[in-house]
C-alpha cells in the first residue's frame, strides 16, 4: 500500500509540475544567453522559433513574445536592406531581454506612428510594431556604430 | 497552415482555417482568397477554431477579406475563434471590424 501511495504521489506532483511548468525545460529564474547571426530572410523566424520555444517562457506569455519578436525581426527583414541580423537573448530572474541589430539604412520603430484603423487604408508597417509595443513591456532604440539596435524586454 | 475553401451555393463560401498563420503563411491564404475577392454578394465564412496563431499579415488577409465582401454587397462572418487568437485582434484594433 505503501508503495501503491508513494506512486500516486509522484504522479500527482509530476502532473501539478506539469501544469505550472513553462514551455522550455528550464526555470524562469535561470540565466539563458544566446547570440544569432541571421540572414536577412523571413525564413530565419523558424530558428527564432524554435529557440523561443527552448526558453523557460509561461505558457501564458508564449504566443504574445512569439508575436512580437515576430513582428520586429519581419519589419527589420522587409525595410532595413541589411545583410546580416544579429539575434541576442538573454533572459535571467524571469527578465526577457531580446536584442536585434542589424547593418541596414536607419530605422527608429519606436518612432513609427500608430496604425491607421481604417480598413481601406492599413500602412503595412503599421499593424507589427503596434502589436510589439503593446506586448512587451518596453521597446528601446538606439543608432550605433551605423547599426540599428531594437532592444525588447519583458518581465515574464 | 492549412486553408480549405469550399463553395456552398452561388455566394455562399465557406474558408477553413488550421494552424499558424503567420508572417510565411500569409502569402499563401492571399492567393487562396484572391480568386474570391472580386465577387459581388457573396457571404463568406471563415471557420478558426484550429487556428493557433495569427500575425499582422494574417490580420491583413482578414481585412481583405472584409474590404471585398463589403464593397461587392456581402458579408464577412468568422466563427469559433480561440480566445488567446481573438486577444491579438482586440490588440490591433480591429475586433469591432469583424464584429469579435
Known sequence: ????????????????????????????SQLVEREMKLHCEIKELEIIRKHLDSLPIPMSKHMGVCLAVEEAFVNVVSYSGCREIHFDTDMADGRLRIVISDDGKE??????????????NLRPGGLGISMVRKIM????YERKDGK????????L | MTITIERNSETEVTINIAGRLDTQASPEMEDAIKPLLNEKNLN??????DME?????GVRCFVMLHRATSKGGGKLT???????????????????????
Not at chain 1, 540599428?148 to 518581465?155: D, H, P, R, V, W
Not at chain 2, 496563431?53 to 499579415?57: D, E, F, G, L, Q
Open chain 2, 78 to 100: 468568422i466563427c469559433n475563434m480561440r480566445s488567446d487568437i481573438k486577444n491579438i485582434f482586440d490588440m490591433t484594433g480591429l475586433s469591432p471590424l469583424f464584429g469579435l
Open chain 1, 148 to 155: 540599428n539596435i531594437l532592444i525588447l524586454k519583458k518581465i
Open chain 2, 44 to 49: 463568406i465564412t471563415v471557420e478558426v477554431k
Open chain 2, 53 to 57: 496563431y495569427i500575425s499582422s499579415s
Open chain 1, 107 to 120: 530605422f527608429d520603430p519606436t518612432k513609427a506612428p500608430p496604425p491607421v484603423i481604417d480598413p481601406d
Open chain 1, 1 to 28: 500500500m505503501k508503495r501503491k501511495a508513494l506512486i500516486l504521489h509522484i504522479i500527482n506532483r509530476y502532473s501539478q509540475l506539469a501544469h505550472s511548468a513553462p514551455c522550455g525545460k528550464m526555470l524562469p
Open chain 1, 137 to 140: 513591456d518596453s521597446m528601446e
